[in-house]
Structure formats: C-alpha cells, structure tokens
C-alpha cells in the first residue's frame, strides 16, 4: 500500500526521472506541454590544490573535447574562494551512440589537457561523486504545479 501523505501542499523533490514525480507526470498529464526529456551523467571531484596555484573565484567551462563531434559533452573547473579548493566536473550526455563510451573514463581524459591539468597538478583528490541530470532546456520541462503539489 505504501505511505499516506496528508497536507494542503506536498513539495516532490527526487531529483532526476523520480519514480513519484513519474506518476505525478502520467495522473496530472503535467508532460503534455513539453518536449521529450534527455538526460546527462555528471561526474565532480574536489580537489585541494597548493595554495600558489590557487585562483580564488576562477572559472572555466569547455565544451567538445575529449569527446568526438557526435557527443554531447562539456565541463567546468572552479577555484573555490573558501581554501585553496577546485571543483571539477565533466557532462556527458546519456544519447551517445559509442557503446564503448566510458564518461569517468572521458573526465580522467579531459584532466589531461595541459589547460586543466595545470589546475590541478601537486594536488590532492578529496572526494568524488556523480548523479544523474535533466537535459533538454527549457521547452522539456513538464508543468511543476497540480492539484495539492509542486515538483
């Protein structure tokens, strides 16, 4: 039966392709508006850098290599204020059709270039993670609001 949720206003926060957020799409229709959804893996490390490469508030986002022209992939770099931080992250776009295609493979690629590798040479890789996204812009959102909820 599963768990009753009693309130004026339930706030569905799951993230991406959410299995309640699907049937919330399919009862209310809310995807009849939009164009289909397409979807990303994100992969992000943290990294503590020395302190005389350190660039605080430094950007850099690139798209393209190491992928090859048929897929979508992109990334960004950022020198954190706090400490001398870098968070750097790869996209690939789940749509690839090299089914040898490996996204952490690509990032550890992508740290190669000498444009990003020198942000993070002498540093220390402190964490990792990854998580599915939503692509598609604007025109794939669904309609986020129903009778008695937001997503």
Known sequence: RGMEI???MTMFAEGCHGHLSKQLMTKFDL?????PMT???GIKELWEIP?????????LHTV?????????????LYHINDGPLVAAGFVTALD??????????EM?????HPRIAKHLDGGERLMYGARALNEGGYQSLPEVAFPGGVM
């Open 96 to 105: 690839y059709k090299n089914p040898y295609l490996w996204p952490f493979k």
């Open 6 to 8: 009693h309130a004026k």
């Open 64 to 76: 393209g290599w190491p992928m090859d022209r048929g897929t979508y992939g992109g990334s960004f």
């Open 51 to 59: 302190e005389e490469n350190h660039q605080p508030g430094l950007a």
């Open 108 to 112: 550890q690629r992508w740290k190669t």
């Open 39 to 41: 979807y990303a893996i």
């Open 31 to 35: 995807r009849k508006n939009c164009q």
